[in-house]
C-alpha cells in the first residue's frame, strides 16, 4: 500500500494475509522479502517488524531518522556510514546487533528490562548515563542512538 503527502511516502508492506501464506506455502515457509531504497535520498525510516528475522544493511543510505519496533524477533542492522542520524530501537523478547561502521561516532542510551547488552566500550565509554564517542559532539558523521528493551539480548559493535 503506497500514499503519498506532499514530500512523505508511505510504504506500507504485509503478507497477502495469514490464512493463504499457510495454505500456499505451508506453515513453516518462511517469507523472504528482498528491498532496495534510493540511496541518493535523504530518508527518514520507520519499520514495525513484528516477529522476524531480518537483515538490514543501511550502510550507504542517507538515513536521517531510524525508528525500529520489533517484537520476538532476531535483527542485524548496520547504520548508515555517513551523515548525523537519530535511531529508536523499540524491542520486545528480541536479539539486536547494530553495527558502527568505522568513522561513524555515536552516542548510546538505553533504557533496559531484562536485558543483557554487550556494547564496545572502547569505542563508546560511558560517559553519564550514556556510551558515547569522544568526538560525538563535533563529528560530521554520527548517530545518536536511543534503546528501549524489555526481555532482550542487545550487541553493539
Excluded: C
Excluded at 535520498?41 to 519499520?47: A, K, N, V
Excluded at 555517513?82 to 546487533?97: C, E, M, N, V, Y
Excluded at 568513522?103 to 554487550?118: E, K, P
Excluded at 569505542?123 to 542512538?145: C, K, L
Amino acid at each position: 500500500k503506497v500514499s503519498r503527502n506532499g514530500d512523505k511516502l508511505d510504504v506500507t508492506m504485509r503478507p497477502m494475509n495469514d490464512f493463504m501464506s499457510f495454505s500456499m506455502f505451508g506453515a513453516n515457509s518462511p517469507l523472504h522479502w528482498d528491498v532496495a531504497l534510493n540511496q541518493n535520498i535523504p530518508t527518514s525510516l520507520r519499520l514495525s517488524l513484528g516477529a522476524n528475522k531480518s537483515v538490514l544493511d543501511l550502510r550507504d543510505m542517507k538515513i536521517t531518522n531510524l525508528t525500529l519496533e520489533t517484537g520476538a524477533s532476531e535483527t542485524d542492522i548496520t547504520l548508515p556510514a555517513q551523515g548525523r542520524i537519530h535511531a529508536d530501537f523499540d524491542l520486545g523478547a528480541a536479539s539486536l546487533t547494530v553495527t558502527i561502521p568505522e568513522g561513524l561516532s555515536a552516542r548510546i542510551h538505553a533504557s533496559l528490562g531484562v536485558a543483557d547488552m554487550n556494547i564496545d566500550k572502547v569505542r563508546f565509554p560511558r560517559t553519564g548515563n550514556y556510551y558515547q564517542s569522544p568526538d560525538y559532539e563535533t563529528a560530521a558523521n554520527a548517530a545518536d542512538i536511543n534503546i528501549n528493551a524489555g526481555a532482550a539480548s542487545i550487541k553493539i559493535r
